[in-house]
């Protein structure tokens, strides 16, 4: 057997060790390489290791890259499915390889002696020759290998070859749901080793919350002495315990002590974090206080290169996850880059660290012959919960190790967890695939549904281990495309039990792939089976654009809860340790959405888990309707944020909209040149369909049922998706019959019904106009005759020129909001261009939606335009193009304005669920078709002067 089919993990490297920087002397390899793409193994230069081999034709590649993103092969994305044929350990012949071939010099005055070449991932599996020879063969893609060359190197043309195959035995053990990509994508390092240095250290840093005394004690090697200035420690030996009064570290307070660890030979720096993980009572500890995980699964993607991620590309990453208030990662599903863990110890994020482990796709299969029960496995699982391990020991941000991710169960696994639990018993163990929780020590599921996760809390399982576990959802709330909806039931649930630790919405960012005008997703480059977009399933936009998505979560998670109290303002305090004296908590009182006053609250200090009410400040008597909103920002600027940063908000209603007064009908409704003229509008006499406003060109509006289908709703929940029973019904060309049009009088009456074709069933949809003033006000009467199942939405469809482009209004804003996703809307006057009201889904769909409205206007450049107005509130979207081009639509530069913008004005809208992968809309978000009336008024907007 080959070594790329040889299930084992590889020949050669050296035992793993702690990733860490030192004063001896290092050399970065990366930049740019020699390389050559071979479509299979035989295929490829049988002495391409040779120093006198000629690369010169040869085209260049940089290291780190993935070979695909630089145009050699493609790109291809699978969910579950192995691209291959799945018979282990076996892989196609027809397996590209890529060689990459660097000379190096070694710079003036390096040492003799040993030395180590490190490579921080190679996908998937590589076989390394230093000037000649063999250094041995690495699989596991996002694990470390190092390879002794002391011996090897020469002052000058070094010749490194590394030969990567795209597909190897490994590859079984990682099918992860994420592109499939090749090439050496992390960085590779000469590392002079002084004899006498410092090989390997595990800090291990103790706290005792009873007394405030932190244990520090450093396996290392022999006359390895420890310094950490700022706690009087000089030349300590550092494998000596030593107990002192400390600070301890945690996700909200990231306290770092910079210390050094020493020898005559070499000089390691080393950040100390003070912190104790328990489980006790059932519950997550660290430092003695329960957690509530709130947290997100990242997987390394950056949109031009890949699983090449810049370490500032992962400081985006974590300085948007603090500042929309997660605490908590947990790496999907292979070790992040370690320059991420060190940012997590800095910035301050729990870590639930993953092992480079999953056999999904077994699961179609039934699991026939899964690596996870295979003995001829064993040491390959073994070899990637060791690395994973010794690599990332040192990070107190890692609270919980996991052994991989959707690898079923069996005796393998069960090894992992056994040796990790010996290994760090400082650490629990977590792994979803050991339903019976027969070796780990958290009880986790994934996609539970609210339900499913409210027995668990009542403890409803007759699996007593389970029972006495803390639970996590280790994935919950699939955030693909519009949604996800119900997170705050979620977090409600989180709340009311004491044995929950919360969860980590899948996921953080959107795999997309910059392409040209769009960013591309599974199927787009030709592969022969693919998932298509299931891989946009993120809170950020490929680009690290917040999606609507991530604004309600910050705020549904937000650490500070501020909310209305019959004694004024509640502020609940939800950090795990912090109190607020970090926060400044500050009011603005809007009349309609205009600032009238603003202040500072004066909040005591309110310590976590507490709570405290505090008296309104004195507020000015307001005209209309007036709400007041209280922020908790902080006061000074953080490693992560500003001064300012809002953390948490909440709005209390002060007074009521203003009663309008009744304003008297303005008939008789005129039959004039083919036309009935109704006030300011007039009438197909047909139809009695709206065509124009105070002269202003309209079409409609008229009933509409339909929605551009969301991921979610296209999803794959038990039972059929909504979108499909949608489709069967026919909800997407419905047709309009006009029963009677009754113009005689002081209104003008039109009565229909709309139905699809070849159903029964249907809707009548009544239409009565009065005139009053400058204006028209239309009531819309429902009723449903013997429709079955749920509506996408419920409203009317109109279209005004595509000069009105900017929308202002007073309402819900400034994002879209739906039924079960509208915690992160606040009521106020906003305003946004057309353009600017839309979503960017990756993939085009339903979006942009703004809720709780209670008038819009939308004008020229100059002022000119529409007014609507609800009785009391109603929905909107506009856009340059109809329902049915977004629905067609398959990329974002596939919607091409038109020369209308085509306004939704909605009474309701079907919820946004998370069915993508996960429980649909629950009960109360869900739009069942019943007798509805609504009312919305129309005013023509002069020329602004």
Known sequence: MSYVEDPGPGHGSLPPRAAFTSDAPSLSLDGTWRFRLSPSVAAAPPDVFEDGFDDSAWDELPVPSMWQLHGHGEPAYTNVHYPFPVDPPHVPSDNPTGDHRLRFDLPGGWPAGSAVLRFDGIDSCGRIWLNGTELGVTKGSRLPSEFEVGPLLRPRGNVLVVRVHQWSAGSYLEDQDMWWLSGIFRSVTLLARPSGGIGDYWVRAD??????????????????????????????????????????????????????????????????????????????????????????????????????????????????MKRHNVNAVRTSHYPPAPEFLELCDAYGLWVVDECDLETHGFGPLGWDRNPSGEPMWAEAYLDRMRRTVERDKNRPSVILWSLGNESHTGENLARMAEWTRRRDPTRPVHYEGDHDCSYVDVHSRMYATHAEVDA?????????????????????AHAMGNGPGSLLEYRELFERYPNYQGGFVWEWIDHGLAADGHFAYGGDFGEPIHDGNFVIDGLVFPDRTPSPGLLEYAKIIEPVRISADPDGVRVANHYDFLSTEHLTFSWVLEDEGIPVAQGVLDVPVVHSGQSVSVPLPSLPTTSGESWLTVSASLTAATSWAPAGHVVGWGQLPVSPPRVRPVRPARGPVFHTAGRLVLGPGEFDPATGVLTALGGLEVRGPRLDVWRATTDNDRGSSPGPAEASQWREAGLHRMQHRVIEVDADGDELVVRTR?????????????????????????????????????????????????????????????????????????????????????????????????????????????GAGVHITGEPEFAFTARRWDTAALEAARHTDDLVPGPLVHLTLDTAQHGLGTASCGPGVLPRYRLVAQKTAFTLEFRRVAVAN
């Open 207 to 320: 706290y005792d919350h009873t007394t405030g005394l932190g244990t520090i004690r450093v396996e290392t090697g022999p006359d390895v002495v420890l310094d950490v200035p700022a706690l009087g420690v000089t030349a300590h030996p550092a494998g000596e315990p030593l107990e002192l009064p400390v600070e301890p570290w945690s996700a909200e307070s990231p306290r770092l002590y910079d210390g050094t660890l020493s020898t005559v030979a070499e000089r390691v720096p080393v950040r100390i974090g003070f912190r104790t993980v328990t489980i006790e009572d059932g519950q997550l500890k660290v430092n003695g206080r329960r957690l509530l995980l709130r947290g997100v699964n990242r997987h390394e993607h950056d949109p031009r290169s890949g699983r090449v991620v810049s370490r500032a590309l992962a400081l985006e990453d974590v300085l948007l």
């Open 456 to 476: 668990i809390g009542r403890r409803e399982d007759d699996n007593e281990r389970r029972r006495e576990l803390p639970f996590v959802l280790c994935e919950y």
């Open 754 to 862: 709309v139905a699809p074709p070849a159903q029964a069933f249907g809707l009548f949809a009544d239409y009565t106009w009065t005139a009053f003033d400058d204006g028209l006000r239309l009531r819309v009467e429902v009723t449903p005759d013997d429709y079955p199942g749920t509506l996408p939405r419920l409203g009317v469809t109109m279209a005004v020129p595509a000069e009105l482009g900017t929308a202002e209004w007073f309402g819900g804003g400034p994002g879209e909001a739906y039924a079960d996703s509208c915690q992160a809307a606040r009521i106020g006057r906003f305003s946004s261009s057309v353009d600017g009201l839309q979503t960017p889904y990756v993939y085009p769909q339903e979006n942009g939606n703004r809720a709780a409205v209670r008038w819009a206007r939308f004008t020229t450049p100059d």
